[in-house]
C-alpha cells in the first residue's frame, strides 16, 4: 500500500512524525541546557574556591593557579559583594556601563533572580557573596529549539504545498477530462440533429421552425468546442470585441425574462483586439447569467464598452442583491458559490479565460447589497 495515495493516512502519519521529532528535539535541548548550565555552576564554585584561596594566602603562597583560575573566568557576568550587599567588583559586564552604579545594581539583580548565590566564607566569619548569570552562549541555546521547530515548520509546508499542488493538478486533469469527454459526447447528438433538420427541409416544414432548431444547434455546437479547449492553449485571432461581447449579450436577452431590461453602450463601434471568439463570449454569458440569477428574474442589466489608447474595459452591472467587500475575490475561487445549485466554476472559468488566456484582468469594480454588483473586464487593445 502507497501511503501517499492515502490522504488521511498519510497526514496522520506527518502529524505524528512531526510531534515525535518536535518532542526529541525539545527534551534534548532541555537535557543539554541543563548540563550546560550546571557546568557554568561548577566553574563558578571553583572560582569561589580560587577566590577564598588568594584572599587567605600569605606572602610565600603560590597564587599562580587561583589566579588563573580567576582571569580566565571570560565568559560568565558575575559579581562580587560583601555582607551588607555592597558591590566589591564585576567581570564580563559592560566595561563602560560598569562605571555607573545603577547599572550595576540592575545587573545584580537580574543576577539574584537568575541563579542562586555562592558563598565564600573567611574562618566562618567574613563572607562574601558571587552572583552570576546565564553566559551568552548559554542564552543562545535557548534559541535553538524554536530555530529547529522554524525548520521543521518550513520543511512540514514544503511537502504540503508539494501535496496539495499534486492535488490541484489530479483535480485539474480530472475535470480537463470531464470537460473534453462531454464536449465529445455532444458531439453525436449533433450530428443527429444535423440529418434531422436536413430532413425537416426535405418535407418542406416551416422555416421558421427550421431556423430555430438550427441556431440551437450552432449554440451546442460552440458550447461542445468552448469544452474541447479547456486545458489546452486557445488559439488567439484579431478580432471585434464589440462585435463579439453584443453577440453573446444579445443571445442572453433574448432568452430571458421580459421583466429584465437589458442596455447595451458603447462609445466605439469596433475595437480589435487579440481574442478567441468562443471563450470570450463564454465569459459575457457568465456573468449575465450570475447578474440574472443575483437579480431573480426581474431588474436591469447594463453592459458599457469604454476604450482608451492601450485597453479596452467592458463593465457589466446588474440591479440584483450585492454581496459584502470580503467577497469579491472569493466569488473566483472554483468551487465557491452564493447560490444553492450550481458549481461554483462560471466565475473561476471566467478568471482564468480572461487573465490566463487573454493576458487581461476580471474583478469587482464595486457591490452594494440590495442595489447590484459591477464586474469590469480590461483587456489589452491592439490597432
Known amino acids: 500500500m502507497n501511503i501517499f495515495n492515502q490522504p488521511l493516512l498519510f497526514k496522520r502519519i506527518s502529524i505524528v512524525v512531526s510531534f515525535v521529532i518536535v518532542s526529541l528535539i525539545l527534551w534534548n535541548t532541555y537535557t543539554f541546557f541543563q548540563r550546560f548550565k550546571q557546568e557554568e555552576r561548577i566553574k563558578m564554585e571553583i572560582l569561589a574556591e580560587a577566590q577564598k584561596e588568594l584572599s587567605t594566602a600569605d606572602l610565600n603562597s603560590n597564587i599562580a593557579l587561583p589566579d588563573k583560575i580567576i582571569t580566565t573566568n571570560n565568559s560568565i557576568p558575575m559579581i562580587l559583594v560583601d555582607e551588607e550587599d555592597e558591590i566589591i567588583y564585576a567581570n564580563n559586564l559592560d566595561s563602560i556601563k560598569s562605571l555607573n552604579p545603577e547599572y550595576l545594581r540592575k545587573q545584580l539583580a537580574i543576577m539574584k533572580k537568575e541563579n542562586k548565590p555562592i558563598e565564600i566564607s573567611y574562618d566562618g566569619n567574613n563572607k562574601q557573596y558571587i552572583y552570576y548569570r ?7 541555546l535557548t534559541y535553538y529549539p524554536l530555530a529547529l521547530i522554524l525548520i ?3 520543511f512540514l509546508s514544503v511537502i504540503y504545498l508539494f501535496y496539495s499542488s499534486n492535488k490541484a493538478a489530479e483535480t485539474n486533469k480530472l475535470w ?15 450530428s443527429s440533429l444535423l440529418g434531422w433538420i436536413a430532413i425537416l427541409k426535405a418535407e418542406k416544414v416551416d422555416e421558421t421552425y427550421i431556423d430555430e432548431i438550427e441556431k440551437d444547434v450552432h449554440r451546442l455546437n460552440i458550447i461542445a468546442n468552448r469544452f474541447s479547449k479547456i486545458g489546452s492553449i486557445p488559439e488567439l485571432k484579431k478580432r471585434d470585441v464589440v462585435l463579439i461581447t453584443r453577440q453573446a449579450f444579445d443571445y442572453l436577452k433574448f432568452r430571458s425574462s421580459t421583466q429584465i431590461s437589458f442596455s447595451f453602450i458603447t462609445s466605439e463601434k469596433e475595437i480589435q483586439t487579440l481574442i478567441n471568439e468562443e471563450l470570450f463570449g463564454w465569459v459575457i454569458e457568465n456573468i449575465i447569467k450570475n447578474a440574472i440569477d443575483a437579480m431573480l428574474g426581474k431588474g436591469e442589466v447594463s ?17 440584483g442583491k450585492g454581496m459584502p467587500k470580503k467577497l ?5 475561487k472554483p468551487g465557491f458559490t452564493t447560490k444553492k445549485r450550481g458549481w461554483g466554476l462560471g466565475l473561476s472559468l471566467s478568471k482564468r479565460i480572461v487573465e490566463d488566456y487573454h493576458k487581461g484582468k476580471i474583478f469587482v469594480q464595486k457591490s452594494e447589497i440590495g442595489k447590484g454588483t459591477t464586474f469590469e473586464i480590461v483587456l489589452n487593445k491592439i490597432s
Open 134 to 140: 546565564d553566559s551568552d552562549l548559554l542564552k543562545k
Open 328 to 332: 469579491f475575490k472569493q466569488i473566483f
Open 152 to 154: 521543521l515548520v518550513l
Open 176 to 190: 480537463t477530462g470531464m470537460a473534453k469527454e462531454t464536449a465529445h459526447q455532444i458531439g453525436t447528438p449533433l
Open 303 to 319: 453592459l458599457k464598452i469604454k476604450s482608451s489608447d492601450k485597453k479596452v474595459r467592458i463593465i457589466i452591472a446588474d440591479s
